[in-house]
């Protein structure tokens, strides 16, 4: 689990250097498919993270909204402010919490459960369902996309010798 999250963590890094050279207009520019446009993604990506973690932990949950962070740097420091309590918190995982059960009302009165396996898959999924998204988004303005490969990161630290 805690390997595919700094996965993420790393590739998103990699998108916020990659849109250091495009231009703001184009970040946030309205694209099909997806919450929006590029930056506007990656807020998303950023905000449902922290979201759930909330959730799983019995905080408050609320939802930040992108108007209030319509640059490059606005997007990585609201990742900043959030990094301590997401990685705090994948840092500790462990087979315990794997069935531990969320239960998720819904706005028609019924209630979701899930296990906290279920959704720390989901938000891996999550975002590197929008990665791609961002992938074919570069490729549309004429852009290299920032690799997706997982091989070749040193995300694998117990390696055996050969």
Not at 37 to 60: A, C, M, N, P
């Amino acid at each position: 689990m805690q390997t595919m999250f700094h996965y993420n963590w790393l590739v998103r890094e990699e998108w916020y250097q990659w849109c250091e050279n495009i231009p703001l207009e184009e970040l946030l520019r309205k694209r099909t498919g997806g919450v929006g446009g590029i930056l506007h993604t990656l807020f998303h990506v950023v905000d449902v993270e922290w979201s759930w973690i909330r959730v799983l932990q019995g905080k408050d949950d609320f939802q930040e909204s992108f108007e209030e962070y319509q640059s490059l740097e606005k997007v990585r420091q609201l990742d900043t402010n959030f990094q301590f309590e997401v990685r705090e918190f994948v840092r500790c995982w462990n087979a315990e919490k794997e069935n531990n059960i969320l239960y998720d009302p819904q706005p028609d009165g019924s209630v979701v459960t899930d296990t906290w396996g279920e959704v720390m898959r989901h938000m891996i999924a999550h975002e590197i369902h929008h990665i791609g998204q961002l992938s074919v988004w570069a490729r549309e303005i004429g852009k290299k996309p920032v690799s997706a490969n997982l091989i070749g990161k040193g995300l694998s630290h117990t390696l055996p010798k050969i």
